[in-house]
């Protein structure tokens, strides 16, 4: 079973701060997603990668940014967090992109107050 | 832009009842996934099935690429099935899915 780890697991800062949220997958899976959830509706894709130093834009990349320093680490980067931010973030990893199955991390929980 | 529709918003059962969930696509798939996400948040994937009929336990995924539309079909329901079905599509040979809003399962013993 593919793993994939996020941290922190529940993150509370202020508006403007600087948040990073951290994904980490150890099966050398080449495609990583930044996924964010809000009450009532599925997931938006912000950002993804199929290696590293690569990145593509998802359809909410508006106030992200994301690295991906090595296969197997992804990050999410909140420069100047806002409250339309506050949400819940899954990190996701798949072999192929989406022809494979994607594994969930356990969800980052973001509070922008 | 590019949607998914999914259909019932909600859903109650009674337990061994069996349920039928959908999920409409705008354009032509090349790839179509359902996910289950627990009342806890965590998030699986059910089944890949971009044509055509597979089965998985309980479950029975029929899509119509021409039609644009896919179901998923879970037979004798159990209250452990209670959550959130999503529906995922990928339009084009990105790496990239979009989600549907799901639907919200609900299974009373």
């Known amino acids: 079973e593919a793993a994939v780890t996020q941290s922190p697991r529940n993150k509370v800062t202020v508006t403007g701060g600087n948040v990073t949220l951290s994904c980490r997958q150890t099966?050398?899976?080449?495609?990583m997603y930044w996924y964010r959830q809000d009450t009532g509706h599925g997931l938006r894709l912000i950002h993804y990668?199929?290696?590293?130093?690569?990145?593509q834009i998802g359809d909410v990349p508006d106030g992200y940014k994301a690295t991906r320093t090595t296969q197997e680490d992804f990050f999410l980067l909140l420069e100047l967090a806002s409250p339309s931010q506050t949400s819940l973030y899954f990190c996701a990893s798949s072999g192929l992109g989406s022809q494979n199955t994607l594994y969930f991390g356990a969800g980052t929980r973001l509070s922008v107050l | 832009g590019q949607q998914v529709q999914q259909s019932p918003a909600s859903l109650v059962l009674q337990e061994g009842e069996n349920a039928e969930l959908q999920c409409n696509f705008s354009s032509t798939a090349t790839q179509l996934q359902w996910f289950y996400q627990s009342p806890g948040g965590s998030l699986v994937s059910l089944l890949s099935n971009p044509s055509g009929t597979k089965h998985t336990g309980r479950l029975t995924s029929t899509t119509v690429t021409k039609e644009r539309r896919s179901s998923l079909h879970i037979s004798s329901s159990q209250t452990t099935d209670s959550g959130t079905y999503l529906c995922a599509i990928e339009y084009t040979n990105t790496g990239k899915l979009t989600f549907g809003d799901g639907t919200v399962l609900t299974v009373k013993p």
């Open positions: 990668s199929y290696g590293a130093g690569n990145l």
């Open positions: 099966n050398s899976h080449n495609y």
